[in-house]
């Protein structure tokens, strides 16, 4: 995931933490790289308690990491994870796995 300020790639992780923050904004989960961390005006969702933009956003709640805040995710949005695309199978896949299933196995 690239930064969501400048665009930049995340380099090859170095040893220890990784200098690259996450952040939400506007409830969808983003990267910011180091050198956007030091702009002031970065347009990020804030914890409504403390402030923070340490959040993380996960299934429909976004909660804090600086004081652990769970809160719901607007209602209505589109829920768009990454890796959720994809994953549902091809109608016909399980025929056409039976049936070489069954070529293998002599049956039919
Ligand atoms: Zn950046
Ligand atoms: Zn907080």
């Given at each position: 995931m690239p930064c969501?300020?400048?665009?930049a790639r995340q380099t090859d992780p170095v040893r220890g933490a990784s200098p690259w923050k996450r952040a ?6 983003v990267l910011v790289c180091p050198d956007c961390q ?16 340490a ?54």
């Amino acid at each position: 995931m690239p930064c969501y300020r400048c665009g930049a790639r995340q380099t090859d992780p170095v040893r220890g933490a990784s200098p690259w923050k996450r952040a939400v904004r506007r409830e969808a989960q983003v990267l910011v790289c180091p050198d956007c961390q030091r702009v002031h005006d970065l347009d990020l969702d804030t914890c409504a308690s403390c402030g923070s933009i340490a959040l993380i956003c996960r299934l429909g709640e976004i909660e804090c990491r600086s004081c652990g805040e769970v809160r719901l995710a607007r209602a209505g949005e589109p829920l768009v994870t990454a890796g959720s695309q994809g994953s549902a199978p091809m109608p016909g896949l399980a025929a056409e796995v039976e049936a070489a299933l069954d070529r293998v196995l002599g049956r039919s």
